[in-house]
């Protein structure tokens, strides 16, 4: 009985064994979820980075995606990879900024990724990300990417007064400063409230309007665009730190190649204005004298927030990231 037990003892042992480690022993899989919807064109960096990850990392590094908004609600995506309840994050610093409030700021930037990796100023927004929510800043995706306002009320002039819009943290600022009152949602209930007429616009990028089957219920996009997109590859901290440094040099490897397909939006962008236009949405052009207060008052009112936000890091974020 007693040597039955201990045999009993001991193939559990050999079992747990078993059970927990990787198939291979240098293989990490990591858990991997997106604030946006899989399939569209803001995800779409995402989807490819985990593929040549996946493609390229066969015995070093996996990714098991486990998928978009239907997963995880984007808002909670950053708390998720903060606390390691995934272990890693594809989301816009704007909805994070409970976590990291100067995050509002990356939108701001005027240098490309690139530019930050040699400046200093990747370094600051990673030592950010690190102190205060436990992540690591991989990449980062969307630059060359502008924001607009889409609306069903005309706009000619850079005033808002009277039209209610869907906002996130991105364009709160801005479009108050211009009078208009605000509304927050997920990107998954902007077609209902364009639908009842609960708002008159919203902001979003040039790019994943059809995606999302928004141009059925958006007269117009107003020009210029403003800022610039930041959805970033986020990993938890920890996880990063267990990494040997093979799996750290490979993944930095694959960042700097997603962050290279940055130069593709310039194209994407102009082939979304273009389906824009043919599905009927026109353009209100800002010019003159009312385009240059529509991006000053962007630019504004987009720092004046940060600093407010983060009295601490919003000062040194601003001299890193403009010119
Ligand atoms: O939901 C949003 O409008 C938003 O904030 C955002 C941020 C980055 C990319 C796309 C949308």
């Not at 211009?178 to 997920?186: C, D, E, G, K, V």
């Not at 290279?260 to 800002?286: C, F, H, P, R």
């Not at 004298?289 to 000053?296: F, H, M, Q, S, T």
């Not at 000062?315 to 010119?323: D, N």
């Amino acid at each position: 009985m007693k040597t039955l037990t201990k045999l009993v003892g001991a193939a559990l042992a050999v079992g747990a064994l078993f059970a927990t480690a990787p198939v291979s022993a240098k293989e990490v899989v990591l858990r991997a979820v997106s604030s946006f919807q899989q399939g569209s064109l803001i995800e779409r960096p995402f989807a490819r980075f985990v593929e040549k990850v996946n493609a390229e990392g066969k015995g070093l590094v996996q990714i098991n995606y486990l998928g978009g908004p239907s997963a995880m609600p984007p808002f909670e995506v950053g708390n998720s990879v903060s606390s390691g309840v995934v272990d890693m994050a594809f989301v816009t610093a704007a909805f994070y900024t409970n976590l990291l409030p100067a995050g509002d700021g990356l939108k701001l930037t005027e240098y490309t990724i690139q530019e930050l990796r040699q400046n200093g100023g990747w370094e600051y927004i990673n030592e950010l990300h690190n102190k205060k929510m436990n992540s690591w800043y991989l990449a980062r995706t969307g630059d060359g990417n502008p924001f607009h306002l889409y609306v069903n009320k005309p706009v000619e002039k850079a005033d808002l007064s009277g039209l209610t819009l869907r906002v996130t943290p991105v364009y709160r600022a801005f479009f108050e400063k211009l009078n208009a009152n605000s509304i927050q949602t997920p990107p998954s209930e902007v077609y209902t409230a364009l639908e009842r007429g609960v708002v008159d616009g919203y902001g979003w990028p040039i790019q994943g309007v059809l995606d999302l089957g928004w141009q059925e219920v958006t007269k117009a996009r107003v020009d210029p665009g403003f800022y610039t997109v930041d959805v970033n590859i986020l990993v938890n901290l920890d996880k990063w730190r267990s990494l040997s440094d093979e799996q750290r040099a490979f993944l930095n490897k694959m960042a700097e190649w997603v962050e290279s397909t940055n130069a593709e939006n310039a194209e994407i962008n102009k082939s979304e204005a273009k389906k824009q236009a043919d599905a009927g949405m026109v353009v209100y052009t800002l010019e003159g004298a009312e385009r240059e207060k529509w991006l000053k008052t962007a630019r504004e009112a987009g720092w004046e927030q940060v600093i407010k936000a983060a009295p601490d890091d919003g000062p040194r974020l601003r001299e890193l990231l403009t010119k």
